[in-house]
């Protein structure tokens, strides 16, 4: 699912129907109504990230439902914008695609699998396994597996929920190659800033961590490094690849030598990314998990994070609020879990409060503006060059994180914004109070920031206020607001899709009523915290009344 919006990226609504005025015209053959709604909701779907119609599940809103889908399948066996090898469209059992990414995330699935079945020979080489036994301690048995996959295999995928080790299996993996090559090139990466601070903090700060786009050397809309110019490494660390969309994917395999032993680690119960093509999605089919074989490994023991976060979350990923094809409403998703819900203590690291839909709940609104205070006040104490001032207010902007689906609404990100921030959100980024959180909305190379990465007004108002940006560890970057001018946003409250990939000591979730949810959605918004989370939904005439 993605970030719901009341109305369709002004381009998706228009691309729809240019689509279906153009396509037969060009291919030469009659408009035909039921293509054309083919048509529509394949269009659709793209914007949401989506690459296929499943025409074996349920009717797309954009189509006939009366005629679903036989008459849709009739229609697709006589058209020429559906034939091979050169149609825009392609039906591959029973799912209807664009045949560009088609062909593209058949190039890459094919290209993982077969990398997991590389082997290097110093992998093999007398002596390796004993060299790596000291990366084993007090790793259980899947883990180990794990280890040593990545000695035997030139890609490891590791896939794992909250707290099931997977960052210590991370360094378990990356000690064993170290004992087999000692002078081999390692690197870490993932999609976004915050969750390459967060992998490279996991990791003891002592191996290059950046974002993907970073290490791909990105340039707008191409990237420096490629079949041409690859990289120079032997081990390569890719986490929260659930974040992964397919064009990313296919630009990192082909800067990749064919070397370079390739470790993807993620969480299937998140969202998916926001750009088409869900590769760790698409290697979940259980064909890829046969060819992969030894190369994939589930972690299922949980570590930390246990409790009432935990139990709910185990209840979201297994239960049917992941799918999307039911196109489920908030009140379905909350009946999957209301027991659980309503079984809380309130000594449990989850709380849950039905709310009014009126307004704003005061509960947020009173716990958002003692964070906006004590922001202000380690604001003031923070400039260039006083390193714990900084890394205080640093580490405070990381305590809450609040989350809401949608943008607009009662309860939406705006709302939010406009309620706590007034008539300063009109204004510029300099005239937002100090502590001010701002999201930067774009990578921006130029200025060592990706997108995703949150800052903090210092200073100012006016000419005299910076923004901050760093994640407490390594050297702060200071950058005047007007650099960031539109590239950048207030961030007292984030979309999911925006916050996935970090964690905040507390968190509150919004849980609004009103269109399609996806357990995934939820899922990913509660397992951010790593003490407590509050959720906020809807009372809805007593229903969810504790």
Not at 205 to 213: D, E, V
Not at 274 to 285: D, F, K
Not at 526 to 537: H, K, M, N
């Amino acid at each position: 699912m993605r970030d719901p919006s009341p109305t369709p990226q002004p381009w998706l609504t228009a691309l729809g129907p240019s689509l279906a005025e153009a396509l037969p015209r060009l291919y030469d053959t009659p408009p035909d109504p039921l293509i054309g709604e083919l048509i529509h909701a394949l269009t659709a779907a793209l914007g949401r990230g989506e690459l296929e119609l499943d025409l074996n599940g349920p009717a797309p809103a954009e189509v006939s439902a009366a005629s679903w889908p036989e008459a849709h399948r009739a229609a697709l066996a006589h058209s020429p914008l559906c034939r091979d090898p050169d149609s825009p469209m392609a039906l591959e059992a029973g799912r209807l695609q664009w045949r560009r990414w088609q062909r593209q995330r058949q190039e890459v699935i094919e290209a993982l699998i077969s990398r997991a079945g590389l082997l290097e020979p110093s992998a093999s080489s007398p002596g390796a396994g004993a060299q790596a036994l000291p990366a084993l301690a007090g790793l259980d048995g899947r883990q180990r597996q794990a280890v040593a996959a990545v000695l035997n295999h030139g890609l490891v995928l590791l896939e794992g929920g909250p707290g099931t080790g997977k960052t210590s299996t991370v360094a378990g993996m990356i000690a064993a190659h170290r004992a087999v090559e000692p002078d081999g090139h390692l690197h870490l990466a993932a999609p976004t800033g915050k969750a390459a601070a967060r992998l490279r903090a996991a990791t003891g700060g002592t191996i290059p961590c950046t974002t993907l786009h970073r290490l791909l050397e990105s340039r707008g809309d191409r990237f420096g490094r490629h079949r041409n110019r690859r990289l120079d490494l032997d081990l390569l660390v890719v986490d929260e690849v659930s974040m992964l969309d397919l064009g990313l994917m296919a630009a990192l395999l082909e800067a990749l030598p064919t070397s370079c032993r390739l470790v993807l680690v993620g969480d299937p119960g998140q969202l998916p990314p926001i750009a088409p093509g869900a590769v760790l999605q698409e290697l979940q089919r259980p064909d890829r998990r046969r060819q992969l074989g030894s190369a994939a490994i589930t972690l299922t023991t949980t570590y930390r994070n246990a409790g009432a976060i935990a139990a709910v979350a185990s209840a979201l990923r297994q239960g049917q609020g992941l799918a999307t094809a039911t196109g489920a409403s908030a009140t379905d998703l909350l009946a999957t879990i209301l027991p659980l819900l309503q079984a809380l203590e309130p000594t449990d690291n989850l709380q849950w409060r039905a709310c009014s839909p009126r307004t704003l709940p005061p509960e947020l609104l009173e716990r958002l503006r003692r964070h906006q205070a004590s922001l202000a006040g380690l604001a003031a104490r923070c400039r260039p060059g006083s390193d714990p001032g900084c890394r205080a207010l640093l580490a405070a902007r990381d305590r809450l994180l609040v989350m809401a689906p949608q943008r607009q609404g009662r309860w939406g990100l705006e709302t939010i914004h406009r309620t706590l921030l007034g008539g300063r959100l009109d204004g510029d980024l300099q005239d937002l109070p100090a502590g001010t959180p701002v999201l930067c909305r774009r990578n921006l190379p130029e200025l060592d920031l990706a997108n995703g990465d949150v800052g903090l007004i210092v200073g100012g108002p006016g000419p005299s206020a910076r923004l901050l940006f760093g994640d407490g560890g390594g050297e702060a970057v200071w950058i005047h607001p007007g650099q960031l001018a539109g590239a950048a946003e207030p961030a007292l409250a984030l979309t999911v899709h925006k916050a996935q990939g970090s964690e905040a000591e507390e968190v509150i979730v919004l849980l609004p009523s009103g269109g399609s949810q996806d357990g995934r959605l939820l899922y990913t918004a509660l397992t951010r915290a790593r003490q407590g989370a509050l959720l906020l939904t809807e009372a809805a005439s007593g229903v969810y009344e504790k």
